[in-house]
């Protein structure tokens, strides 16, 4: 059986899997949070990632995002434009 070493720790390959989505990470890209659970890329952007005062939903991007940041909230461009013709 193989064991991958990952950010300190020992892991069966079929085990290496995203908390989230449960996908195998071996041999793709992956991160780890301060407690130390591991993410594939896609999930770790949608929780870790600032939600939009306006419409609640995570600022993620496929390769970057622009965001606004305001009074301390964070937008999205679109939903930023739309606050403003609020106003």
């Known amino acids: ?3 991958l070493q990952a950010h300190g ?3 069966h390959s079929c085990c290496f ?3 989230i989505c449960k996908q195998g990470l071996e041999g793709q ?3 780890v949070d301060s407690d ?3 993410y594939c890329v896609s999930d ?3 929780i870790r990632a600032p939600c939009c005062a306006v419409c609640r939903t995570p600022n993620t991007g496929s390769t970057e ?3 606004v940041v305001s009074s301390n909230r964070n ?3 679109e939903c930023y434009s739309g606050e403003v013709n609020l106003v």
């Open 29 to 31: 890209p992956f991160t």
């Open 75 to 77: 937008y999205h461009v």
């Open 9 to 11: 720790k020992s892991y």
């Open 44 to 46: 770790y952007h949608k």
């Open 36 to 38: 130390s659970r591991v």
């Open 1 to 3: 059986m193989c064991v």
């Open 65 to 67: 995002s622009i965001r």
């Open 17 to 19: 899997r995203c908390v």
